[in-house]
């Protein structure tokens, strides 16, 4: 069965420090995906990465993907407020499913 | 804004009672998924249409049931409803070519069971 496991699923962190979210998974893909999503709004997309070694990066976001290690990180630099929101990775099944991630709520304090 | 379109935005309805949620996919998308968020439960796929077919079932209740037309718009029906059900549905659409299966997010349906 394939899991993902993000960590941490909560942080709270002032601005303009460095941080890094973890997701981890438990079987070979090359395709993994990012959201964000604010509170009680809906999900949006914020990268896709479809190969190992891929970095794609927006404004203070940068994502990485290692399939070899299972493992794709979302780093932020130098936090700002509006940063503050729920990230959740999604990996793609390469049989039409993504298996989600639990989230991870971030609140960047001022 | 995603291009998904979902109806209503809020539903509030009385256990017992079945309801119907409405989804329009973006313009070329055939593929249509169905999530339910809880606060809970976190976000939970419950199905997958393609181009009017079945593809993949998710943690879908046995009273939840789904069907995607041939104009490509999905209803997600849900009956017999508990407290519990209270939730917000999305719908989200891709076009499931090109090497990815990106989705894109409708807005939601918040579900109110009392």
């Known amino acids: 069965e394939l899991k993902v496991e993000q960590n941490p699923l909560f942080l709270s962190m002032q601005e303009g420090k460095n941080y890094t979210i973890y997701c981890n998974y438990s079987?070979?893909?090359?395709?993994l995906y990012w959201y964000r999503q604010d509170p009680g709004k809906s999900l949006e997309s914020l990268f896709v990465?479809?190969?190992n070694g891929a970095v794609k990066q927006e404004g203070r976001l940068m994502a990485s993907l290692d399939t070899k290690a299972r493992l794709s990180t979302l780093h932020i630099t130098a936090a700002v407020h509006d940063l503050s929101a729920t990230y959740f990775c999604a990996v793609d099944m390469l049989n039409y499913q993504l298996i989600w991630g639990a989230g991870t709520k971030l609140i960047i304090k001022p | 804004d995603s291009g998904v379109t979902q109806t209503p935005k809020h539903l509030i309805t009385a256990t017992g009672q079945r309801v119907t949620l409405r989804c329009s996919p973006r313009s070329g998308d055939l593929s249509v998924y169905w999530y339910q968020q809880s606060l809970d439960q976190g976000l939970q796929f419950l199905i997958q249409y393609y181009n009017g077919e079945e593809r993949a079932k998710g943690n879908i209740l046995e009273r939840f049931s789904a069907q995607q037309f041939p104009d490509l718009h999905s209803e997600l029906n849900l009956s017999s409803l508990e407290l519990g059900d209270s939730a917000l549905y999305f719908c989200a659409s891709s076009v499931d070519g090109g090497g990815t299966y990106e989705q894109y997010f409708g807005p939601g349906t918040r579900l109110t069971v009392t």
């Open positions: 079987t070979t893909s090359d395709r």
């Open positions: 990465l479809l190969s």
